[in-house]
T-cell receptor, first 115, second 113 residues
Framework: DQQVKQNSPSLSVQEGRISILNCDYT??????FLWYKKYPAEGPTFLIS?????DKNEDGRFTVFLNKSAKHLSLHIVPSQPGDSAVYFC??????????????FGQGTILTVHP | EPEVTQTPSHQVTQMGQEVILRCVPI?????FYWYRQILGQKVEFLVS????????KSEIFDDQFSVERPDGSNFTLKIRSTKLEDSAMYFC???????????FGQGTRLTVV
């Protein structure tokens, strides 16, 4: 099941610079997208979401961009901080179906922010 | 801040034994989920639960698995006869409305030996 893909297993960024995490999806029924952050031995923590009626959503240092025609979304973190170092998961949902909020996750990208 | 709580944090069990993983979702939430993550793999959906019944389940969620909301606060996942391949992190999640963000617990690491 590769409906949601994060092709970069890891990303290394200098503190203060921009981190860009990418996610692709194949299921055209997905219309709600989320980013989660996960530290070791903890559960995923919700960061930010975007509905398919928008192409951008911003919350502080985090911005998510959605390109529906390319079935691609990205998470921008500006400026990056060492505390942002974690695994970032992209997730998608089909809100029009009967899935009651079922999320399909990507494989995750390990972000390391160096001081 | 309200949070989803899972117990135990780590469970070791022998193959063939029954385990019950427990979760206390956020109190005013209505939609409940179980996910699992096998080491090195993605987080996978197992089951969603709403209005005291299963609303959707994945192909992983076979007859060995069951969920229950025995009272107004707990949400449990039972694995009847554990197999080695059931070893994983199991995450409970809840959301207040359908198709909004789900909040996850810290997980239960299940090790089947």
């Amino acid at each position: 099941d590769q409906q949601v893909k994060q092709n970069s297993p890891s990303l290394s960024v200098q503190e203060g610079r921009i981190s860009i995490l990418n996610c692709d999806y194949t299921n055209s029924m997905f219309d709600y997208f989320l980013w989660y952050k996960k530290y070791p031995a903890e559960g995923p923590t919700f960061l930010i979401s975007i509905s398919s009626i928008k192409d951008k959503n911003e919350d502080g240092r985090f911005t998510v961009f959605l390109n529906k025609s390319a079935k691609h979304l990205s998470l921008h973190i500006v400026p990056s901080q060492p505390g942002d170092s974690a695994v970032y998961f992209c997730a998608a949902s089909d809100t029009g179906g009967t899935s009651y909020g079922k999320l399909t996750f990507g494989q995750g990208t390990i972000l390391t922010v160096h001081p | 801040e309200p949070e989803v709580t899972q117990t135990p944090s780590h469970q070791v069990t022998q193959m063939g034994q029954e385990v019950i993983l427990r979760c206390v979702p956020i109190s005013n939430h209505l939609y409940f989920y179980w996910y699992r993550q096998i080491l090195g793999q993605k987080v996978e959906f197992l089951v969603s639960f709403y209005n005291n019944e299963i609303s959707e389940k994945s192909e992983i969620f076979d007859d060995q698995f069951s969920v229950e909301r025995p009272d107004g606060s707990n949400f449990t996942l039972k694995i009847r006869s554990t197999k080695l391949e059931d070893s994983a992190m199991y995450f409970c999640a809840s959301s207040g409305q359908v198709n909004t963000e789900a909040f996850f617990g810290q997980g239960t690491r299940l090790t089947v030996v």
